[in-house]
């Protein structure tokens, strides 16, 4: 059964992504070959490299940070859906919360996929009704003063995450490994050599991942 699953889940995880890549594609090769809006190779060569360089690394760091925490069919799911680290990822870490499963485990799986069916369909619902019919009335309703606290959203989001992370996955040894490497990356890496800004990110969670199952191992031993 535990077979089939991941058989199934690969098969279909792969061909949605496919689908997906070929359709967010379309439009973009319908404007440069269908109306012959094509800049040039040496255009495109340079705005793939000006968003690699930016986001490249995220390529890496966030499949390796994900996975663990989401399983194969959620994070198949969390990429063809976006918003993962605000939005998905906290929806997944309180549905295994609530229903006590251990991060890694096939129950761990199933409430991070149900969790992320259902913040997909609450954000297109709100996105419907609070953006699309009654966006520009809440705005103009809004106090400036109100307005200007946004701006905290994002960090008030991600803090919460990040503990609800630490606490859900109950593992201290290697939530301290974590944040051990990643302040490292921030105050030691990035200072002394400024040429690693852009990857300094993915260098920290290989290195965490790393040595956490150093620890894992040694402890087993």
């Known amino acids: 059964m535990v077979d089939d699953f991941e058989r199934t889940t690969s098969r279909w995880g792969r061909l949605t992504m496919l689908v997906g890549l070929v359709l967010s594609l379309t439009g973009p090769a319908y404007l440069m070959f269908g109306l012959d809006h094509w800049p040039g190779l040496d255009l495109v060569g340079q705005a793939w490299l000006a968003v690699a360089l930016v986001y490249g690394v995220l390529w890496v760091a ?46 761990a799986e199933i409430a991070a996929v149900t969790a992320i069916i259902g913040a997909a369909a609450v954000h297109l619902a709100s996105l419907l009704i609070l953006v699309g019919l009654l966006g520009t009335w809440v705005v103009s309703v809004i106090p400036p003063q109100v307005q200007e606290v946004f701006g905290y959203v994002v960090p008030a989001i991600f803090g919460p995450v990040l503990i609800q992370s630490v606490l859900a996955a109950d593992r201290p040894r290697t939530a301290l490994i974590a944040g051990g490497c990643g302040a490292a990356g921030v105050f030691v890496l990035v200072p002394l050599v400024p040429a690693t800004q852009m990857f300094a990110m993915a260098l920290c969670v290989v290195a965490a991942v790393v040595l956490a199952l150093l620890v894992r191992r040694r402890d087993a031993a």
Do not use: C, D, W
């Open 62 to 107: 966030e499949p390796v940070s994900y996975y663990p925490m989401l399983g194969s069919a959620a994070t198949y799911q969390a990429f063809m859906i976006g918003n993962i680290a605000n939005k998905l990822l906290p929806s997944a870490l309180a549905a295994q919360q609530a229903v006590g499963a251990a991060q890694g485990t096939r129950k």
